[in-house]
């Protein structure tokens, strides 16, 4: 199992911008891969952004792609999601997944407002 810490979230104007951080325990080139969750109220969790932990691959969904960008720092063991040009439909509670070879851990979320 691998902890991680998120941290970044706050309240943000549309059209403005934050960086969500996600500190794991271990080295992400030990973990397969690395993904950003929301889920706003009533809705269904929904995948936001994936990376690999070995290569750096990265997929979007659509409604954050060209908005959005997530990166990894293998020095700090973090990964980080880039937010830009933020909606009011961007509101959720953001979370962050590690996949192992044999093991699947959340991080305790994060929340983003974004608000005029």
């Known amino acids: 199992q691998v902890q991680l810490v998120e941290s970044g979230g706050g309240l943000v104007q549309p059209g403005g911008s934050l960086r969500l951080s996600c500190a794991a325990s271990r080295s992400v080139l030990s973990l397969y891969a690395f993904n950003w969750y929301r889920q706003a109220p009533g809705k269904e969790r929904e995948l936001v952004a994936s990376?690999?932990?070995?290569?750096?691959?990265?997929r979007y969904a659509d409604s954050v792609s060209g908005r959005f960008t997530i990166s990894r720092d293998i020095a700090k063991n973090t990964v980080y999601l880039q937010m830009n040009s933020l909606k009011t439909e961007d509101t959720a509670v953001y979370y962050c997944n590690a996949i192992g070879s044999s093991t699947t851990s959340w991080g305790q979320g994060t929340q983003v407002t974004v608000s005029s």
């Open positions: 990376i690999t932990g070995a290569s750096g691959s990265t």
